[in-house]
C-alpha cells in the first residue's frame, strides 16, 4: 500500500506541473522549439537575385556620387571662368587696360612686374596682342612666365579670337 500513495502523490504533481505549463504557454513554447519556422518566405535564387541588385544599385549610387563631385569642381572652375569674364569686361578694367596700352612699354612692364598675379593676367587679356607683346618684351622673365601660364590655363572666348591679328 505504501508503493500505491507514493505512486499517486507523484501523477497528481505531473498533471500539476502539465497544467501550470499550458497555462503559461511555456509548452507551446517548447513545441515551437521542435518545429522551427522556415529561415526565409523566399527561395535561394530570389534572394541571391535580390542581393545582385542591391550590389549593383550601391555601385551605381557610389558612381553617381563620383559624377556629381566631378561637376560641382567643373561648376566651380565655370563660376571662376565666368568671374574672370567679368573683371575683363567691366568698364573699369577696360580703362585700366587702354591706359597701360597707351603706355610706354618700359614703364608699362616695371608696372606690371610688381603687380598683383590676377590683375596682370586680366591686363594682358584684354589688350591688343600687339601692344601686349612689346609691353611683354620688358616684363621681368619670371614674370612673364607666370603670365603665360596664367594666360594658357585661362580659356579661349569668341572675343580672344576676334582680337588676333
Same mark, same amino acid.
Given at each position: 500500500?505504501?508503493?500505491? @500513495? ?26 515551437? $522549439? ?6 526565409? #518566405? ?21 558612381? %553617381?556620387? @563620383?559624377?556629381?563631385?566631378? &561637376?560641382?569642381?567643373? *561648376?566651380? $572652375? ?7 569674364? *567679368?573683371?575683363? *569686361? ?17 614703364? $608699362? ?6 603687380? #598683383? ?10 589688350? &591688343? ?14 614674370? $612673364? ?9 585661362? #580659356?579661349?572666348?569668341?572675343?580672344? %579670337?576676334?582680337?588676333?591679328?
Amino acid at each position: 500500500m505504501t508503493a500505491r @500513495r507514493t505512486a499517486i502523490p507523484g501523477r497528481v504533481a505531473l498533471i500539476v506541473y502539465a497544467g501550470v505549463l499550458l497555462i503559461s504557454g511555456s509548452f507551446e513554447v517548447a513545441r515551437a $522549439a521542435n518545429n522551427p519556422p522556415p529561415a526565409s #518566405p523566399l527561395p535561394a535564387d530570389q534572394l541571391e537575385k535580390i542581393r545582385k541588385e542591391e550590389k549593383r544599385l550601391l555601385e551605381i549610387r557610389q558612381d %553617381l556620387m @563620383r559624377q556629381i563631385e566631378v &561637376n560641382r569642381k567643373i *561648376e566651380r $572652375a565655370i563660376d571662376k571662368d565666368r568671374k574672370f569674364a *567679368e573683371k575683363l *569686361e567691366s568698364k573699369k578694367m577696360q580703362q585700366l587696360i587702354a591706359i597701360y596700352e597707351k603706355m610706354a612699354p618700359r614703364t $608699362a612692364a616695371s608696372q606690371i612686374n610688381i603687380m #598683383p598675379r590676377k590683375l596682370v593676367t586680366v591686363l594682358i587679356a584684354g589688350m &591688343n596682342p600687339r601692344k601686349a607683346s612689346r609691353i611683354m618684351r620688358y616684363v621681368d622673365p619670371a614674370t $612673364a612666365v607666370r603670365i603665360t601660364s596664367d594666360l594658357a590655363t585661362r #580659356p579661349v572666348s569668341g572675343q580672344d %579670337l576676334r582680337r588676333s591679328p
